[in-house]
């Protein structure tokens, strides 16, 4: 089969690979898939530049993918070859991820796509769409609540905007341009603001009459907890992220959380207990079911120019997740 790999950490130009690699077999209670599409995220392209060690021979990144199951293994539903279907963690913890013609995985790693969800769109569930669940459960919103969401047209913010939204909350969205604002208003999201050319938290006060949020959704603890120092986390908030450009010491000031009672709740969607997973996919599933998500598909590029889509992604030059087709 044709795939992409890399044997050492480095700069994509320089270690990404694309060739022949043997075809996988599904070994018991396994399935495998013909991968269509391939997502790349922020923490694929993290580990083959160095945020992980190489920890065996090679590697075939990344760990969303989107196609139809070709064959399965011994104790296996035989039903389901044949399937359209989405996967999750395909490469953490293994060697194997869905930059390749063929990915194979336990079943429960195998998901239906609905037929009205383009291969495109599935290839985006595993990280940003279950990211974005996980997050919006944690907010804890219900019709009265108000949410900040920190990245509001990124992979993971565009999907908690419309789930906050399904929740009936109000959704307050940051964003770095101009175009990105114009794209989250003819999605139904006109409450944005322009984090490079506005003060924050001036305009969330301006917007919710001093009474701050119920809750922020963010990706970048290192930059955006200063918010909660400026009075924008309501008395009782909940303060919920997945990641941080800072990876060390994250200065919390505890004088300005304890008066008001709030929390924060760290995630990494890859580490989901069992019942919180379970809770994710079928919350995400029922959402394609009534077709209540929007897809935000970037640039997509060919298994053979798979360094671009990774240099795309390293340089945030691309809105909208950014696929490959295999």
Same mark, same amino acid.
């Given at each position: 089969?044709?795939?992409?790999?890399?044997?050492?950490?480095?700069?994509?130009?320089?270690?990404?690979?694309?060739?022949?690699?043997?075809?996988?077999?599904?070994?018991?209670?396994?399935?495998?898939?013909?991968?269509?599409?391939?997502?790349?995220?922020?923490?694929?392209?993290?580990?083959?530049?160095?945020?992980?060690?190489?920890?065996?021979?090679?590697?075939?990144p990344?760990?969303?993918?989107?196609?139809?199951?070709?064959?399965?293994?011994?104790?296996?539903?035989h039903?389901?070859?044949?399937?359209?279907?989405?996967?999750?963690?395909?490469?953490?913890g293994?060697p194997?991820?869905?930059?390749? =013609?063929?990915? *194979?995985? @336990?079943?429960?790693?195998?998901?239906? !796509? #609905?037929? $009205?969800?383009?291969?495109?769109?599935?290839?985006c569930?595993?990280?940003?769409?279950?990211?974005?669940?996980?997050?919006?459960?944690?907010?804890?919103?219900g019709p009265?609540?108000?949410?900040?969401?920190?990245?509001?047209?990124?992979?993971?913010?565009?999907?908690?905007?419309?789930?906050a939204?399904?929740?009936?909350?109000?959704?307050?969205?940051?964003?770095?341009?101009?175009?990105?604002?114009?794209?989250?208003?003819?999605?139904?999201?006109?409450?944005?603001?322009?984090?490079?050319?506005?003060?924050?938290?001036?305009?969330?006060?301006?917007?919710?009459?001093?009474?701050?949020?119920?809750?922020?959704?963010?990706?970048?603890?290192?930059?955006?907890?200063?918010?909660?120092?400026?009075?924008?986390?309501?008395?009782?908030?909940?303060?919920?992220?997945y990641?941080?450009? =800072?990876?060390? *010491?994250? @200065?919390?000031?505890?004088?300005?959380? !304890? #008066?008001? $009672?709030?929390?924060?709740?760290?995630?990494?969607?890859?580490?989901?207990?069992?019942?919180?997973?379970?809770?994710?996919?079928?919350?995400?599933?029922?959402?394609?079911?009534?077709?209540?998500?929007q897809?935000?598909?970037?640039?997509?590029?060919?298994?053979a120019?798979?360094?671009?889509?990774?240099?795309?992604?390293?340089?945030?030059?691309?809105?909208?997740?950014?696929?490959?087709?295999?």
């Amino acid at each position: 089969m044709r795939a992409a790999w890399y044997e050492h950490n480095g700069a994509a130009a320089e270690v990404l690979r694309v060739g022949k690699q043997p075809v996988p077999e599904p070994g018991e209670g396994q399935l495998r898939v013909r991968i269509m599409c391939s997502g790349v995220n922020p923490s694929d392209v993290k580990s083959r530049a160095g945020g992980r060690p190489v920890r065996w021979d090679r590697i075939i990144p990344h760990s969303d993918g989107a196609g139809i199951v070709d064959k399965v293994g011994e104790g296996a539903d035989h039903n389901r070859v044949g399937q359209r279907v989405w996967v999750w963690n395909a490469q953490y913890g293994r060697p194997y991820g869905t930059a390749a =013609e063929y990915v *194979v995985l @336990p079943a429960e790693q195998v998901v239906y !796509l #609905p037929d $009205s969800v383009a291969f495109e769109a599935g290839a985006c569930l595993g990280i940003p769409a279950l990211t974005a669940f996980r997050a919006v459960e944690l907010a804890d919103l219900g019709p009265d609540a108000t949410v900040l969401i920190i990245g509001g047209a990124s992979g993971v913010g565009y999907y908690a905007a419309q789930m906050a939204r399904a929740s009936g909350a109000r959704v307050l969205t940051t964003v770095g341009s101009a175009d990105k604002a114009a794209f989250l208003r003819g999605a139904g999201f006109e409450e944005t603001i322009l984090y490079k050319q506005e003060p924050v938290a001036e305009r969330v006060m301006a917007l919710t009459n001093g009474a701050g949020v119920h809750a922020i959704i963010d990706m970048d603890l290192s930059t955006t907890i200063t918010l909660v120092d400026q009075s924008v986390l309501a008395h009782h908030g909940r303060y919920v992220c997945y990641g941080s450009n =800072e990876r060390g *010491v994250v @200065p919390l000031n505890y004088g300005a959380w !304890l #008066p008001r $009672s709030l929390s924060l709740h760290f995630f990494l969607v890859y580490e989901l207990t069992g019942i919180q997973r379970e809770r994710a996919v079928n919350g995400v599933q029922a959402l394609l079911q009534r077709e209540l998500l929007q897809h935000h598909i970037g640039q997509s590029f060919e298994l053979a120019d798979i360094a671009l889509a990774h240099q795309v992604v390293e340089e945030g030059g691309s809105q909208g997740n950014v696929i490959v087709k295999c």
